[in-house]
Every structure is written in C-alpha cells, then in structure tokens.
C-alpha cells in the first residue's frame, strides 16, 4: 500500500522540517554565547557593563557608552512616537470615517515596509543638515531620534489600534448612554480599558528601537561619547557591533558578540514584559 | 479631537516625506543606462546598478529556495501533525521569540557559524542562509496560520472519504490554502529586499558581478547603504532608494491582493 508508505514517509519529513527549524533556533542562541561568554570572563561582567572606555586597541572593553546611547535614542524616539502614534490609532479605531481609514491604513503599513537604509539616507540628507543649524554637527541623537520615530510608529499604531478595537462595544455604548461625549468616552472608557494593549504596543515600539541598526549608523555619528544634550552625536549597541566586527578578532570580536547577547537580554526582556501585558489586556476583558 | 486628526496627518505626512522625497530625487535618474551598467570602479559612485539587482535577485532566489521547504515543512507540522506537548510549546516559543530579534544578532550568528566557522566567508551562500534564519520565524508563522484558517470541514470530509492524512494535506488543504502560503512567501522575499543590518555583516559588498554562490555581493539596501556612507554619491543613493521603494510597493500590492483573494476564497467555501 504506497499510500499509507507515502503518509509515513511524509509525517517524518514533515517532523524533520520542525526538528530543523528548533535546531537553527537553537544554534543561534548556542553560538552567540559560544562566542560571546569568553569575553565577560575576560573582561570581567563588571567591567564590561559599567567599563566607560571603548578603546579595542588598548584592550579596553567598557559598553556603558553604548549601553547609554542605546536608552537614550530609544527613549527620545518614544517621546516622539507615542503620543502621534495613540492620537493616529485613536483616529484609525474611533473617529474616522471610512475612507480616511482607507487611505490612512495602507499609509501605516507602507512605513512598516520601507527599507531602514531609506529611512537612514532621508534622515542623512534633510535630517543631519537641518539639525547642523541648530547648533553641533548634525550627526546627533536627535537625527536619530525622529528617524527611529518613524520606524515604530507602525507597530505602536497598529497594536494599539487592535487593543482599542478589541474593548467590548457595550463599555462604549454604556458610555454613550450615561450621556458622555464621544471624546470622553474615548478618554475615559477606551483608553483605560485598552491600557494593556497600548502599553504592549510601546514596549514592542521600544524593542524595535533598541534593535534597529543601519539607519542608527547613518545620522547617529557613532562617536564613543555620553551625549550630553540631543545635538551630540552617540552610538548604539547595535552600531557598536555593524561597525566593528567585520575587522574585530580575538578579545575584541569576542566582546562584540558579548554586546550582541546584552542586546538580546534587553529585547528579550522588552518582549516578554509586552507578552504579560498583551495576555492580562485580553484577559481582563474575557473576564467582563 | 485636533490632537486626534492631528496625529494622523503627521503620519501621513511622515510618510509623504520619507517616500515623496526619494522619488522625486531618485525617479529621474533612474534610466534604461541606469538599471544596465555596473557601477563604476569601486567607490566612485558612477555607474548604474545592472549587478547589484543580479545579486540582489541571486540572494533572493537562493533565500527562498531554501527556506520554503524547511518553512512550509515545520508550519505543517506545527498546524496538522505536532502534538501539544511541552516540545511543541518550546518550538513555539522559539519561533516567537526570534521574531523579535534584531536583524543584527542574526548577522552575528551568521558571520559566527558561516563566514567563519564554516569558511564559506563572504558570500550569497552566507548572507542567504543568514536570511534563511531571520524570515524563518515569518514563514513558520504566517503559512502556519494559512493552513490553519481552511475550515475544519475541509479536514472532515476528506478523512471521511478514507484518504491517510498527508492525502488530505497535501490535495485539500495545500492547495485551499496557496494563496496564503505564497502570500507568506512573497512576505519573505520583501523582507530579504529590505534587509540590510544582517546582510551587511555576512554578504560583503562586493560590487562586482556574482559568479557563483561563494561570491561577494550587494544587495540593492546596501548599496544605498555604501553610496550615502563611503561614497556620498547621494544622487545615485536616491536613484537606487527609488527602485526599492518601487519594488517593495509593488510587493505590498501584490500580498493584499493575494490575501484579499485568499479571505474572499475562504468565506466563500466555509
């Protein structure tokens, strides 16, 4: 019965496939620690988190710098994004009329598509510019701050549309019927309801920030320094990493697989703290 | 409610700039030249671009070719075969973990397992088995739900007919849920177009035309990359920023297309 061989046959290449696919996820993890761990016993994980200094040449491997410029771009790109971007999945849930969402929608999810390199040039050639006549040179964390702003408005946008979407259509119409303007209503019933889903939404907007890598190349200067007002210039873990490791070796290749695995702490952390509050957001409304 | 509208306005507006200033900048120099001529000596920034769209083409199509089995294979495994048990969950996990990972993590594995470890140094083969890890995440996911949305009637019937079950996966719900699977594939081959963090560190950027799967390349986002920060040859940036924009617009009209006619199929049948 070639069939029923068949039907074996492919339930074992089809398991072999999911086995593969863990393996490679596996072997990520594995090597990026492989690589990385040396460098903390080296360095000492001490030095190396808190280590001010960033000189490969003097076997000097201090990430604080990186791990300031890092905060500090993401959170600049937050301040930016997240008010933009609840005002526009308020618009996109709420107030709308359809074919503004149709025309709005395609927009936000072109953003998402858009190359970070695109990104990255635009922000080079009107950004670096415009703030160099503010004062500095331009290459800046606040040229780096708006580019990343237009990256995670995408997913602040679309998460936090879905969560107020997903408020149960009664609180509204109890809401409306206690004699609550539209705008109170959204206020005072959706956005409370939806606060779960929305604080998600920035934390994802927050890992995706931390993440991001060429377009962070391109206007952030890179220079190894604390950024002391926005017009300085700053560099990013992940920069860190791009811009030396194609040259790196030993210690120093070591220590920039060390920066990816803190990386990776960081964006683990980001997510799982959006996955407890996307799962207790849901909850919280089955419950009612 | 000014605040509201507001918001909206700026995105648009965001994106207006972003996209309207690159086409207007880039579109004219975009020519028939353009397109077929290989960018000039290096660093010079003249030229056109006719071998990085070969690499970026050669990249894509060698991504694909290896991750579409392996990703189909685990999505239907996943959605058909895996028990729920605690490993299924922990390859669940995994998948939906690195997601979220950043592009430039993959690209230190890559350059860790296949640059050096395994010396196939910079090269398509590296930067598209880097790619191969990065989409797989997306692939498993996205088909996974594709065969997971055709209705359990489907299933039903056909087992009812007394066919073995990769009869039924493989005449009933493969082929109800294609366009779901090639929209998920075409989602794929968008992401690797736009990638550049993880490429950047495993593909090399070698300008010339690739000869086999163990030669350098660029792909089209890394050469806007190399032109706007070693070359500052921002005309010819904007004019190769322009193509991808163009492409990565037909490849978004093209998946909503695809999904709209996928959902359309699916309520027409359930």
Redesign the interface.
Known sequence: MT??F??RL??Y??????A???V?????AV??L??GLPAFKEIGVFDFLFGTVWRPGQEQYGILTMIVGSVVVTIGSLILAV??????A???AE??PFK?RQ??R??????V??????????G???LVPAVREIGGNGFSVLAASIVLM?MV?PTI?SISEDSIRAVPPSYKEGALAIGATH?QTIRQVLLPAAKSGIGASIV?GM?RA?????AM??VIGNSIVFPKTPLDPARTL?GN??VE??YATGVHESA??AT?IV??IF??A??SIA?ISLKRGTHAQTLT | ?V??????F???L??L???G??LVQGIPSITLDFLLTPPGGGLSGEGGISTVIVSTFYLVVVTIVILV??????A???A???PDNRLTR??RY?????A??????????G???FVTALHFNFSILSGALTL??LL?PTM?RTSEEAIKSVPYAHREGALALGV????M??RVLLPTALPGIVTAIILCI?RA?????CL??TLGGSAAMPSSLLSGGRTL??H??YL??ETRA?DK??AT?AV??IT??A??TLT?WLSYRFQKRMRGTA
């Open positions: 069939r029923y068949t039907d492919a339930k290449i089809v398991s072999i496939s999911g593969v696919s863990f490679i996820l596996l072997a990520i090597f990026i492989k690589d008010p933009l971007g609840i005002a526009c308020i618009l996109l107030v709308a503004v025309v709005l395609p927009c936000v999810e072109l953003l598509g858009i190359p970070s390199v695109v990104y990255g040039l635009v080079l050639v009107l237009a408005l946008i705008w994802l890992g931390v993440g991001e890598t060429m190349i391109m992940t990493i791009a490791i194609n920039l697989f990816g990386l990776f964006i683990l980001l997510n996955v | 409610m605040y509201i509208w507001g918001g909206g700026i995105t648009v965001i994106l700039v972003v996209i200033y690159v089995p392996i990703g189909l294979g685990a239907i495994y996943l058909e075969y895996a922990l390859i995994g998948v939906e973990t690195l979220g990972v950043p592009s430039i993590i993959f690209g230190l594995f350059f860790a397992l191969v890890c797989l498993i073995t079950r990769w009869q996966v493989s968008g177009i736009e990638e550049t963090a950047y560190v986002s890394l806007v990359f706007a920060m921002f940036a904007m920023g991808l924009i990565i617009i490849i978004n909503n």
